[in-house]
T-cell receptor, first 109, second 113 residues
Framework: AQRVTQPEKLLSVFKGAPVELKCNYS??????LFWYVQYSRQRLQLLLR??SRESIKGFTADLNKGETSFHLKKPFAQEEDSAMYYC???????????FGAGTRLFVKA | GAGVSQSPSNKVTEKGKDVELRCDPI?????LYWYRQRLGQGLEFLIY????????KSGLPSDRFSAERTGESVSTLTIQRTQQEDSAVYLC???????????FGQGTRLTVV
């Protein structure tokens, strides 16, 4: 069965510290992986997708098929990064996107 | 419009009543999705539309849930005989087509008392 697991409900780091939000998935085919972010009082929005291999707001995520992981990383966290982060999976050729339960990132001054 | 619009933003209803949630997608977006988010949980896929067709209704939790879409425009999610476990935030998203980025609305917070 398709599943996205985000083991941490809350992650608290100091400003300037590295941050890694974990995401593991289970899927038998070749999925597309995404990270979505929701800032306080704002809508859920796409942060990045693995096929783009891009860095957005200093965040990167590498798809590791061997470990079935898609962890989100940033070398130096900023206070404005505080938000709810969701990892998501969409099967290629399908249209259903499955979301993890989310991790709340809190960056302390 | 400028973005996906959902109404109402908040709805409190009594157990057993029917509710209708509305989603106005971004103009020109052919694909539309409904999700449910219970407190402390991830987004649960409910249904998607391509145009006004809903090929996959398997995500709807029970036969009390139904959804329709008029053309490539407004969609309504109807919950009949609401139960307390229906309390959640219902999110709508739309995308240009099924393989492009989805844009989310602000959601409707439904509370069944």
């Amino acid at each position: 069965a398709q599943r996205v697991t985000q083991p941490e409900k809350l992650l608290s780091v100091f400003k300037g510290a590295p941050v890694e939000l974990k995401c593991n998935y289970s899927y038998s085919g070749s999925p597309e992986l995404f990270w979505y972010v929701q800032y306080s009082r704002q809508r859920l929005q796409l942060l990045l997708r693995h096929i783009s291999r891009e860095s957005i707001k200093g965040f990167t995520a590498d798809l590791n098929k061997g470990e079935t992981s898609f962890h989100l990383k940033k070398p130096f966290a900023q206070e404005e990064d505080s938000a709810m982060y969701y990892c998501a999976l969409r099967d290629t050729g399908g249209f259903k996107t499955i979301f993890g339960a989310g991790t709340r990132l809190f960056v302390k001054a | 419009g400028a973005g996906v619009s959902q109404s109402p933003s908040n709805k409190v209803t009594e157990k057993g009543k029917d509710v209708e949630l509305r989603c106005d997608p971004i103009s020109g977006h052919t694909a539309l999705y409904w999700y449910r988010q219970r407190l402390g949980q991830g987004l649960e896929f409910l249904i998607y539309f391509q145009g006004n067709s809903a090929p996959d209704k398997s995500g709807l939790p029970s036969d009390r849930f139904s959804a329709e879409r008029t053309g490539e425009s407004v969609s309504t999610l109807t919950i009949q005989r609401t139960q307390q476990e229906d309390s959640a935030v219902y999110l709508c998203a739309s995308s240009l087509n099924l393989n492009t980025e989805a844009f989310f609305g602000q959601g409707t917070r439904l509370t069944v008392v």
